[in-house]
């Protein structure tokens, strides 16, 4: 299976993209799949951001891809702005694609929300692109957390009227959602996505000092009770840090929630802020050399661009360009 998923390099990276897509990426490269994981510059380009930090957060994302565990010589790790296929994609897929579909994405209404004064055109374009990343390298899978099924249904559709129209040219592709991970919620309002682009306090992100995962944890926001169980309706906070914990220590619920039976929220919590602590150490201790990422992004898109020409030379064949 060719198996296609990115990030975009818009603030550190946090726990939610850990489990919700990069740990399960390591398991798809270990199942000898053709996997290409790319960083999404161009997406990030969409909410305000600083340019002198977007090619240092690129770095960041590519040495934490590489210390999760990505290896480039199984994967293809390359960054979205190196093949311009990708826009060009873009606007040939935006013609054929009804422009109340963008209007209707969710991601579209809450980021127009969040940024009220920067509603701009690439906001809603966003899912455009997004196809066309996909549908550039004829993938099948497409490894995601649950915000972003959305955008892949979409590139699928836009697939299929596509083939519809013009010939069958794109394999369409289909969303892998993790059971359990899929959507990690912020700490602070339990009832919201985790997103780094949130206020600090609610995300841990990958490079947080023992310090900071300790403060951010201990004042998580949790509920008047006192006993650790999950119960999302409830105990939306205790519920979202017993995942958490799940995922990390690789133990069921019921076994943590046997654990800290009649123990009370603080001494969950300082397990959890340790768990972590231990956890994301590699991260902590990582030393990224520039040179080395640099390469290995030139690497990739040595063998990206094998793909995205072949694909938009049909695409432009099929649509009457060539
Ligand atoms: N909280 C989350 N839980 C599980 N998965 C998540 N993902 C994001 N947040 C969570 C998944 O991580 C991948 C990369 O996300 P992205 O950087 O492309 O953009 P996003 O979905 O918009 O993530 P953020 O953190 O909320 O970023 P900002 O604040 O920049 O918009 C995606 O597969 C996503 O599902």
């Known amino acids: 299976m060719r198996v296609f998923s990115g990030i975009q390099p818009t603030s550190q990276l946090h726990i939610g993209n850990y489990l919700g897509v990069i740990k399960p990426w390591i398991d798809l490269q270990s199942a000898n799949n053709e996997c290409l994981f790319w960083v999404a510059d161009l997406h990030a380009l969409t909410?305000?951001?600083?340019?002198?930090?977007?090619?240092?957060?690129?770095s960041e994302v590519v040495a934490a891809y590489l210390t999760a565990g990505l290896d480039p010589k199984k994967s293809i790790i390359f960054r979205q702005s190196d093949i311009k296929e990708h826009t060009e994609l873009c606007w040939l897929l935006s013609t054929i694609t009804p422009l109340g579909d963008l209007q209707r994405m969710t991601q579209?209404?809450?980021k127009s929300a969040k940024h009220a004064k920067n509603i701009n055109a690439g906001l809603l374009?966003?899912?455009?692109?997004?196809?066309?990343?996909?549908l550039l390298y004829q993938t099948d899978l497409v490894p995601v957390g649950e915000d972003q099924k959305q955008h892949v249904e979409l590139a699928k559709t836009l697939g299929k009227k596509f083939n519809n129209k013009f010939g069958e040219i794109f394999n369409l592709p289909k969303a892998v959602i993790p059971k359990s991970g899929a959507r990690i919620m912020s700490?602070?309002?339990?009832?919201?996505k985790m997103s780094k682009s949130d206020t600090p306090t609610s995300y841990i992100a990958l490079f947080d000092s023992p310090e900071e995962i300790k403060k951010k944890i201990s004042s998580a926001t949790t509920d008047s009770g006192k006993e650790v169980k999950f119960d999302i309706k409830n105990k939306a906070g205790?519920?979202?840090?017993?995942t958490i914990y799940s995922l990390f220590s690789e133990q069921p619920i019921s076994e943590i929630e046997k654990q800290f039976k009649n123990k009370g929220y603080k001494e969950f919590k300082e397990s959890l802020a340790e768990l972590l602590i231990k956890k994301l150490k590699p991260f902590r201790e990582l030393e990224a050399k520039p040179e080395y990422i640099d390469d290995i992004l030139k690497q990739g898109a040595e063998k990206a661009q094998v793909i995205a020409t072949e694909t938009i030379q049909k695409v432009k064949k099929s649509m009457g360009l060539i």
Not at 187 to 192: A, D, G, H, Y
Not at 238 to 242: I, K, P, R
């Open 47 to 58: 909410v305000p951001y600083k340019p002198i930090e977007l090619k240092k957060r690129t």
């Open 108 to 110: 579209f209404k809450d």
């Open 125 to 134: 374009n966003y899912p455009v692109l997004m196809a066309a990343d996909i």
């Open 187 to 192: 700490l602070t309002e339990p009832n919201k």
């Open 238 to 242: 205790v519920s979202n840090l017993l």
